[in-house]
Nanobody, 121 residues
Framework: EVQLVESGGGLVQAGGALRLFCAASGFSFNDYAIGWFRQAPGKERERVSCISNDGRRYYADSVKGRFTVSSDNAENMLYLQMNSLRPEDTAVYYC???????????????WGKGTLVTVSP
């Protein structure tokens, strides 16, 4: 069964850091891109970051320089290190399997259930 399970969310003060984890099962990172999306209250879901199967990384402009995505392909684990957190980073963060396309990360075909990150002022 293909499954994505996120963990690591929580409450943190502005300027703090959190590390998110995504445990993947049922497929190989060699065959897909994988990444993180987030959805804040009242807003649409947006892409935060992704890694293609050749290691290329993508970041949304809003998180560049603050967030770092990484993976352990042997363990099928995806990570998101979030530093210098801001209240506007408050959202449910989702792990997502994405199809490979020329240039990197394509559409999502599998979602995790999400983990809540709350950043207080």
């Amino acid at each position: 069964e293909v499954q994505l399970v996120e963990s690591g969310g929580g409450l943190v003060q502005a300027g703090g850091a959190l590390r998110l984890f995504c445990a993947a099962s049922g497929f190989s990172f060699n065959d897909y891109a994988i990444g993180w999306f987030r959805q804040a209250p009242g807003k649409e879901r947006e892409r935060v970051s992704c890694i293609s199967n050749d290691g290329r990384r993508y970041y949304a402009d809003s998180v560049k320089g603050r967030f770092t995505v990484s993976s352990d392909n042997a363990e099928n684990m995806l990570y998101l290190q979030m530093n210098s957190l801001r209240p506007e980073d408050t959202a449910v963060y989702y792990c997502a399997r994405q199809k490979l396309v020329t240039g990197g990360c394509g559409g999502v075909d599998i979602w995790g259930k999400g983990t809540l990150v709350t950043v207080s002022p």
